[in-house]
C-alpha cells in the first residue's frame, strides 16, 4: 500500500470539496453558517483517501 497516493489522494479531496463548498456559498446556495459547509471538506478527506488506497490495491494486470 503506498502511502503517499492515499494522503495525496486525500488533500485532492479535500480541497476539491472545500472549493465546492465555497462555490455554494458564494453562489447563495446554501448559507455560511450552515453545517454543510463543514461537513463537505471532510467529506472530500475521507473519500479522497478511500480512493487512493483502493487505487493502490490494484495489481497490475499481465
Request: a positive charge; zero cysteines; hydrophobic letters at 65%.
Amino acid at each position: 500500500m503506498n502511502v503517499g497516493r492515499i494522503v495525496g489522494t486525500a488533500v485532492l479531496g479535500f480541497f476539491f470539496l472545500l472549493f465546492i463548498a465555497l462555490d455554494l456559498v458564494l453562489f447563495g446556495v446554501v448559507a455560511l453558517n450552515s453545517v454543510m459547509v463543514t461537513v463537505l471538506p471532510v467529506l472530500g478527506l475521507v473519500a479522497g483517501g478511500v480512493a487512493g488506497a483502493m487505487v493502490g490495491k490494484q495489481q497490475p494486470s499481465q
